[in-house]
């Protein structure tokens, strides 16, 4: 069964920036196109971003366009989200997994879902 695992979370200030990876277990993540989804508490589940599997389509959410890039380095079989000016809002928990590519934002997810990795924006 196919696994990502998500790393980089932590506290940041609003208006600081993190980077998350999303790293593959046991298989090549350059043949899938991958999303990152989060869950903020007490929220439903929403994606965020997406990213061909050969990088070149990229699709965002609305509240994150023009702060948060995702890109992939397939040769290190990784997946990145690079977030800035993050916001209160941002909070929540990061999920990154193998998605079908569709009219939602962050594609249809395909994997399970890993432990994800926390983001907490506060001052």
């Known amino acids: 069964q196919l696994q990502l695992v998500e790393s980089g979370g932590g506290l940041v200030q609003p208006g600081g920036s993190l980077r998350l990876s999303c790293a593959a277990s046991?298989?090549?993540?350059?043949?899938?196109?991958i999303g990152w989804f989060r869950q903020a508490p007490g929220k439903e589940r929403e994606g965020v971003s997406c990213?061909?599997?050969?990088?070149?389509?990229?699709k965002y959410r609305d509240s994150v366009k023009g702060r948060f890039t995702i890109s992939r380095d397939n040769a290190k079989n990784t997946v990145y989200l690079q977030m800035n000016s993050l916001k209160l809002e941002d909070t929540a928990v990061y999920y990154c997994?193998?998605?079908?590519?569709?009219?939602?934002?962050?594609?249809?997810?395909?994997?399970?879902w890993g432990q994800g990795t926390q983001v907490t924006v506060s001052s």
């Open positions: 990213i061909s599997s050969s990088g070149g389509m990229t």
């Open positions: 046991g298989f090549t993540l350059d043949n899938y196109a």
């Open positions: 997994v193998t998605v079908r590519w569709g009219s939602v934002v962050a594609g249809i997810p395909t994997s399970s």
